[in-house]
T-cell receptor, first 109, second 116 residues
Framework: RKEVEQDPGPFNVPEGATVAFNCTYS??????FFWYRQDCRKEPKLLMS???SGNEDGRFTAQLNRASQYISLLIRDSKLSDSATYLC??????????FGTGTRLKVLA | DTGVSQDPRHKITKRGQNVTFRCDPI?????LYWYRQTLGQGPEFLTY????????KSRLLSDRFSAERPKGSFSTLEIQRTEQGDSAMYLC??????????????FGSGTQLSVL
């Protein structure tokens, strides 16, 4: 079993739609959680951290469920510019940042 | 530009040649990481430095790979006797220790290696 698992997609959604991605992790001792965005042939860029109480940044909402060991990302009112790969990242201690394979999102006009 | 910078952006080499990549982290960051990414996969951990000390290497890293961070600032990653399977994007990231759960990785734009 992979340490961090994501549905690779692609998720094809129309502009304005709401879309949600989940990510599961296997190490119950994991300490911090993030979503990164990666455009084609570019580096990953931090989208947002994920806090236990859930957090929101504009159209993006992240949630953490420690009991079930998953995190989620919700994107409301999707824009064409949201098309990218979204990487789930789990930190299990000091240097151990584990990346999922990413979920591809395509927002269609 | 105060972000993480990597050089070169692209490298094409013939099988069997040696290549070296450079990473300059964000200046105040004391932790530096190397990752490798292939198409359709997430970044895969290679090695980690805190200041000049290399504290961890992935078991996936063969003896042909070596990394240094001699003065705790920039880092180099060398691949000796390259193989076609080494073709990938090599990403460098840095972070600032001591922030607990708020510690985040910041990536450079990567070096795309193609081994012919």
């Amino acid at each position: 079993r992979k340490e961090v698992e994501q549905d690779p997609g692609p998720f094809n959604v129309p502009e304005g739609a709401t879309v949600a991605f989940n990510c599961t992790y296997s190490n119950s001792a994991s300490q911090s959680f993030f979503w990164y965005r990666q455009d084609c042939r570019k580096e990953p860029k931090l989208l947002m951290s994920v806090y236990s109480s859930g957090n929101e940044d504009g159209r993006f909402t992240a949630q953490l469920n420690r009991a079930s060991q998953y995190i989620s990302l919700l994107i409301r009112d999707s824009k064409l510019s949201d098309s990218a790969t979204y990487l789930c990242v789990v930190n299990a201690g000091t240097y151990k940042y584990i990346f999922g394979t990413g979920t591809r999102l395509k927002v269609l006009a | 530009d105060t972000g993480v910078s990597q050089d070169p952006r692209h490298k094409i080499t013939k099988r069997g040649q040696n290549v070296t990549f450079r990473c300059d982290p964000i200046s105040e960051h004391n932790r530096l990481y190397w990752y490798r990414q292939t198409l359709g996969q997430g970044p895969e951990f290679l090695t980690y430095f805190q200041n000049e000390a290399q504290l961890e290497k992935s078991r996936l890293l063969s003896d042909r790979f070596s990394a240094e961070r001699p003065k705790g600032s920039f880092s180099t990653l060398e691949i000796q006797r390259t193989e076609q399977g080494d073709s990938a994007m090599y990403l460098c990231a840095s972070s600032l220790a001591g922030q607990g759960a708020n510690e985040k990785l910041f990536f450079g734009s990567g070096t795309q290696l193609s081994v012919l």
